[in-house]
């Protein structure tokens, strides 16, 4: 087996200086590729011209040296940040010359046993470059996040569904398995599927593993307690403006009482309301702190020192600061949607996003010393079980072992997978 990873969506996350979401997917699977050896895996990435193309290992490596240093960093601009800009403008500059085409369609047809994988769902939509490799032998595999550009297309950039719709079209077509991240994203790409009678490859659950550092004490100075933490990009559909409307009462009715919130997280598309809303600094009276893109041990440092973590997102296809606030230890109260419901096993507070009164009470009860709610959850925490990167690993190296097997050989069998376990494992008895 030949595992050929796309890298593409990292050398823009170089520009971006902060990997986050998919970046840090993708960024765990060159992690994951780095530690194999190169006779079975190496890089590739897509080219301006539209084709995949190899890429140097070494100049690869030296990316995501430069990367995971960013990560620890934490600042945008930083020397790390250049670091990975002048790495990944390197790697830029030889995609546009042509390198490495050639060489890589000439690897695919003489090597049996190569597969692409691809985490990012913008090269999915290529469907010249996909099926290049596709006719000179290669296997494809991509991995899905979620289908929320065509079950909520309200929350995503315009185009959007347009381009998802592409993805799909042409996983159907030529995609020999599917990786999704947890059952709530194979039921929606299942049932996508089915009601647009395209035809379903072979689908793969391998939850998400977590990322985050240690707990240092002296990482940073916390807020004054208690406080709150909201984690993730900020974009419409994880209801940053709820959160803060839902603040702005909780000041007016307690005053210098009111907790803290803390918000990490850059700023994304339609982001507009929220930075208004906190560049007032008088709005709130330094009661709510937007912290932007901060280092990983910061954010370890925050989440560990918190009354809960709110995530009151209206869609989510895995929910990454749920699993990394219950594997630090921190009591989460989410969104009561598909996905929150099944990283969380059982142990988060599940709340109507909308649910205001719901929400307000939930957090009055949280931030007191002896919060009888909160120690229910913190009990019923200790039976919840942490994915992690060698699990994910253990489940798809499995299939593309399997895909590798048949790559070159037009079979028209079906192959049949087994379902990944619940992404958590609750505690006997837990609800």
Known sequence: MHVMLDISRLLSSAWRG???????????????????????????????????????????????????????????GGPAHRRARFYATIGHALLISGYGRASLLDQVRREPGCVLVVVSHRSVTNTAAIARLREAGAGFVPLIHDLIPLTHPE???????????GMLDNIARMADAV??????????????MTKTELHCPPTLVAPLGFDLPPVAADACLRPASPYFVMLGTIEPRKNHIFLLNLWRDLQASMGPATPRLVIIGRQGWESEA?????????????LVEARGRVSDQEVAWLLSGARALLFPSMVEGYGIPVVEALALGLPVIASDIPALREVGAGVPEHL?????????????????????????????????????W??????????????????????????????????????????
Not at 155 to 165: E, K, L
Not at 179 to 192: F, M, P
Not at 352 to 381: E, F, K, N, V
């Open 18 to 76: 902060y990997p986050s979401g998919i970046d840090r997917v993708e960024f765990a699977y060159a992690r994951r590729c780095r530690a194999l050896p190169e006779q079975h895996c190496s890089f590739v990435a897509m080219g301006l011209a539209g084709g995949f193309a190899r890429f140097p290992r070494a100049l690869a490596l030296k990316l995501l040296d430069a990367l995971q240093d960013s990560l620890a960093e934490g600042v945008h």
């Open 155 to 165: 929350y995503t950039r315009p185009g959007s569904m347009q381009a998802h719709r």
């Open 179 to 192: 990786i999704v991240n947890s059952q709530a994203t194979c039921a929606s790409l299942e049932g996508w």
């Open 274 to 286: 929220v930075h208004r809303t906190l560049e007032r600094r008088d709005t709130f009276a330094g």
């Open 352 to 388: 109507h996003p909308q649910d205001g009164a719901g929400w307000r009470q939930a957090i009055l009860d949280y931030m007191a010393p002896d919060s009888p709610r909160r120690d229910a959850q913190l009990t019923r925490m200790t039976g919840w079980r942490q994915p992690d």
């Open 390 to 431: 060698a699990d994910h690993f253990r489940l798809t190296d499995a299939l593309l072992e399997r895909v590798a097997q048949r790559a070159g050989t037009n079979t028209s069998d079906r192959m049949e997978l087994p379902r990944a376990s619940p992404v958590a494992a609750a505690r006997p008895g837990m609800p």
